[in-house]
């Protein structure tokens, strides 16, 4: 996964990890940041989806994606 996670990231496509439980959280606890990912904490796939959507329309920056997810 994470080849492919790298693959697509290279090519500018944000993607957002998130998880289908329903319950807890997706964040980066490593310090070195090894995956180049948004962390989309406690949301479900469906409501990142949206927000990463409504995010496109300010920002392509990876940084800034996760600021919005981090806020919303």
Do not use: C, S
Request: proline share 4%.
């Amino acid at each position: 996964m994470d080849e492919a996670v790298k693959r697509v990231v290279a090519k500018g496509i944000p993607v957002v990890m998130t998880h289908r439980g329903g319950m807890g959280r997706v964040t980066d606890t490593r310090a070195e940041r090894a995956r180049p990912l948004i962390w989309g904490d406690n949301l479900t796939p469906q409501k990142a989806r949206i927000l990463l959507m409504l995010a496109l329309t300010r920002t392509r920056a990876t940084a800034e994606l996760q600021k919005i997810f981090e806020t919303y």
